[in-house]
């Protein structure tokens, strides 16, 4: 296995990937990113910003297994971490916290000095991995936030 950036023969893959994982959870509603325009095409979303970035981890084919990115929130200094998911068959294999991991030191090489994101209840596995990796729980979402769905609000400071 091994991460990449993002390109443009992912971008069916991530659809696919994220719109399941949000109908499992059933969270295929109004409010979350299962509505975003940005997931028809991820790569053009991302590219040729260079405050934005979205990584893919791949299989041995270059057959996508998951995905994370970032990019701007509501300045030059918070980024927000987005779009975190994993095909079903490749989790549980750490993959979600090495994407994670790449996605904030990417984040503090182009100047953000925070990450922020957004998730719902019942997400419980990805509350947990934000947890673990020392992101801070707020009470309510930052000023900004698009997605009325979610109920779950963290950031941590990249130093």
């Known amino acids: ?17 994220i719109r399941k ?3 499992d959870a059933e ?8 509505f975003d325009e940005s997931i028809k095409a991820m790569s053009e979303y991302y590219k040729g910003f260079p405050k934005r970035k979205y990584f893919v981890v791949v299989d041995e084919n270059d057959e996508v297994l998951g ?3 970032f990019a701007e929130f509501n300045n030059d200094s918070v980024a927000e971490l987005q779009k975190l998911y994993i095909f ?7 993959l979600g916290c090495k994407l994670v991991k790449i996605v904030e030191e990417e984040a ?8 922020y994101l957004e998730t719902h209840h019942n997400l419980s596995v990805a509350i947990n991995l934000y947890k673990k990796l020392n992101y801070k729980l707020l009470k309510t ?3 900004g936030s698009e997605h009325s ?11």
């Open 1 to 17: 296995m091994r991460i990449r950036e993002i390109q443009e023969k992912d971008n069916n893959s991530l659809f696919l990937l």
């Open 21 to 23: 994982s949000l109908e």
């Open 27 to 34: 969270l295929n509603i109004p409010g979350t990113a299962y």
């Open 67 to 69: 995905g994370a990115g």
């Open 88 to 94: 079903e068959h490749a989790r549980g294999k750490g």
């Open 108 to 115: 503090k090489k182009v100047g953000y000095k925070k990450l």
């Open 141 to 143: 979402p930052l000023a």
């Open 149 to 159: 769905t979610m109920d779950y609000f963290f950031e941590k400071e990249l130093n």
